[in-house]
């Protein structure tokens, strides 16, 4: 597997195509992915870039059951958001970044993050 660390932010198609690069041999084959599947595949994607998960759920999408899990890559100022898709049915692994995205989760990563500093910084 490719391993790229993220010392500068990268526009978001650059960021996007990096991580799909990272995937093509993480998703898994089977009809039914179960989320500790998904927890793998977005474990190893994350590795590659240096990111951090931040929340994973299920929901349901346009009558579609998904996966998804919301990451950030970098620190600070330079901290960028993801949104990592999988059909709970199978298929290709979605990457994008929550500027991006259109999917209504996209907008609870950078508020979670900012919650989760909050709550660091009051520790």
Do not use: W
């Amino acid at each position: 597997m490719k391993e790229v660390r993220m010392d500068a932010q990268l526009d978001d198609k650059t960021l996007e195509s990096t991580l799909a690069e990272s995937l093509a041999d993480l998703v898994p084959d089977a009809k039914t992915v179960s989320e500790d599947e998904f927890v793998e595949v977005v474990g190893g994607a994350l590795e590659a870039v240096g990111g951090t998960l931040l929340f994973k759920m299920c929901v349901q999408n346009e009558g579609e059951g998904q996966h998804v899990a919301a990451a950030c890559v970098g620190d600070g100022g330079d901290r960028q958001f993801l949104l990592l898709t999988l059909p709970t049915g199978g298929g290709a692994l979605k990457v994008e970044t929550a500027s991006r995205s259109t999917n209504p989760v996209a907008g609870i990563a950078a508020a979670y993050a900012g919650l989760m500093d909050a709550f660091q910084a009051a520790a």
